[in-house]
């Protein structure tokens, strides 16, 4: 069955500090991954996507993630974090002709002054 | 601005009673979709629209309806409303690879 997983609920990070959000995937073909951004009491915001070629992918604000197919994996990454990065992050990935989303649960990203 | 637009931002109902969350995009896609977030959980897809004229189950359709109303308009409707169905709606459409959401309605049922 497809499927997202997260394994991280929530990561706490000191400003400044480098971050790496992990994110798995079980799907058949190959798969389309996003990454979205969810703010307190927001919608969800597209950091970036991954549909095909270069497995590093530069996202909105300062993040990358890398698509790597042999471990199942997308991983989102940012060299330094923000406070302003605060946030729940979810990984997911489509399925099917209408970019139906399989999510992750999401990591919440706490950041220490 | 161009986007998804939902309303209301915030609902209270009893148990029982009915409403319709609606959904407007102007970005002329064709695919609409509603989720609900729920702690935890991710979004879960209720509902889906490929295309005006279409609409599809997902994951959680028990307890709601949808209806399609043209490209622009997708809404989501509670005809008897449990406590179950508290949670966070999200509208959102696709297009360009990618989906788009509205801000949300925070729905509490007592």
């Known amino acids: 069955a497809q499927s997202v997983t997260q394994p991280d609920i929530h990561i706490t990070v000191s400003e400044g500090a480098s971050l790496e959000l992990r994110c798995n995937y079980s799907?058949?073909?190959?798969?389309?991954l996003f990454w979205y951004v969810q703010s307190p009491g927001q919608g969800l915001q597209l950091l970036l996507k991954y549909f095909s070629g270069d497995t590093l992918v530069q996202g909105i604000k300062g993040f990358e993630a890398e698509f790597k197919r042999s471990q199942s994996s997308f991983n989102l990454r940012k060299p330094s974090v923000h406070w302003s990065d605060a946030a729940e992050y979810f990984c997911?990935?489509?399925?099917?002709?209408?970019?139906?989303?399989?999510w992750g649960a999401g990591t919440k990203l706490i950041i220490k002054p | 601005n161009a986007g998804v637009t939902q309303t209301p931002k915030f609902q209270v109902l009893k148990t029982g009673q009915s409403m319709t969350l609606q959904c407007a995009q102007d970005?002329?896609?064709?695919?609409m979709y509603w989720y609900r977030q729920d702690p935890g959980m991710g979004l879960r897809l209720i509902y889906y629209s490929a295309s005006e004229g279409t609409t599809d189950k997902g994951e959680v359709p028990n307890g709601y309806n949808v209806s399609r109303l043209n490209k622009r308009e997708f809404s989501l409707r509670l005809e008897s409303a449990a406590p179950s169905q508290t949670s966070v709606y999200f509208c959102?459409?696709?297009?360009?690879?990618?989906?788009?959401f509205g801000s949300g309605t925070r729905l509490t049922v007592v």
């Open positions: 799907y058949g073909a190959t798969p389309y």
């Open positions: 959102a459409s696709s297009g360009q690879g990618f989906s788009t």
């Open positions: 997911a990935v489509g399925a099917g002709s209408n970019y139906q989303l399989i």
């Open positions: 970005m002329n896609h064709n695919s």
